[in-house]
């Protein structure tokens, strides 16, 4: 059995949600709550699963996979069908670097983590605390928007016919993007995506206001 | 011919530096400065090779890669040997976790443009930054160095008995981490990974101080 550890508005976890739903592969959830109690995800229990004391956590047979982008790409060379990447290698590699401008340089810098170090170490006001959000979700999403026009954009989704890593990514930081109230009327080409993946169940499953922690 | 464009100390430029000349494939160095006339990188002819305004940005014939760890997968896709990545496809996913540990959740928060965030839009002074990137590279390293104590680390490396992703990403974090004064005292698996690396002619020729646009 497949257990994944998350939470509910985690976009990590929302990603991990997304593409065991794209293959089909059942998992168990168990939330791990990140304000409750100062944090589970701080607590020994968890950080015996994950050091670095963030979502997700995937436990498999004697083994523990962390990172979002990990195991996603563990899935998809496990689980080879449906792919998640292109085939062609010039496009897989645009693809994880969608992705990896999500994951590496928007997500990180408006995670939980970081805005409670801004307003507790910095004593930063909740205005700042938006502002630095929307900067850093604004400037990153504009330039996922300016690599699709560059990718020319084949398909529905981002790189094709069929949704993949990219679109996993980009979902649950639209997501993000909407909670911090970022105006998304210049990026047709993010909103056209987003509209093509809600479509599909296994996106509309992952859903946070669809899990059993939601809030 | 291939043209790598990045920064001698940016780590990511750093990190495709070590791939490439791990797999003994010649590349082309095209220097962007960061620093220079307000930043290359942002100046309207770099943004149309990489909209994100960061390097590096990878040219090849007709194709433009972005994000370190997109290029590097892509470079093992195309020159497989030697191998970046375990065989073994929980190592695979253990190794691209560790990278991803250093790539997602340090290298962003200790980035050139945000500490310029810091500085200009929020006031910082220059300790606070300090404090900062001390903060997100100490408690991300040591992360790191307890993912290493949970694989068992069974050869000189991070994940085996070559050089792979993980310790690509390791060094020029250690790098940074070095110019931060980060105490590494606790971390005696990272530093012995970061000596196996630095005896090895690919990461030597690869440092900061030994590219052409070095300070």
Redesign the interface.
């Known amino acids: 059995m497949i257990t994944l550890r998350g939470y509910f508005r985690s976009s990590a976890a929302y990603r991990c949600r997304i593409a065991f739903n794209l293959k089909g592969v059942p998992y168990e959830l168990v939330p791990v709550h990140l304000r409750r109690d100062g944090g589970e995800q701080k607590k020994p229990a968890y ?1 015996a699963l994950n ?4 979502v997700p956590a995937l436990q ?1 047979d004697g ?5 979002s ?3 996603i ?2 899935l998809d ?2 689980h080879p069908d449906p792919p998640l990447l292109p085939v062609d ?2 496009e ?3 693809a ?2 969608f992705a ?2 999500i ?3 928007i ?3 408006q995670n939980l983590r ?1 805005l409670d ?1 801004l307003k507790t ?2 004593g ?1 006001p909740q205005a ?1 605390l938006d ?2 959000c929307r ?1 850093w979700i604004g400037e ?1 999403l ?2 996922c928007e ?2 699709l026009a ?1 990718a020319g954009q084949p398909g529905s989704f981002a790189f094709g016919d069929r949704p993949g890593l990219a679109d996993i990514c980009l979902v649950p930081q639209l997501f993000s993007a909407d909670r911090f109230g970022i105006d998304l009327t210049a990026m047709p080409r993010l909103t056209a995506v987003r509209a093509a993946c809600e479509a599909l169940p296994a996106f509309a499953a992952a859903h946070p206001s669809r899990q059993p922690d939601s809030e």
């Open positions: 950080r050091p670095q004391a963030l498999i083994a523990i996979l962390t990172q982008l990990a195991i790409e563990w060379e496990t290698r010039n897989r590699a645009r994880r670097a990896q401008a994951a590496c340089d997500h990180p810098l970081v170090y170490e910095l930063q700042v502002a630095w900067h990153g504009s330039a300016a690599l560059r």
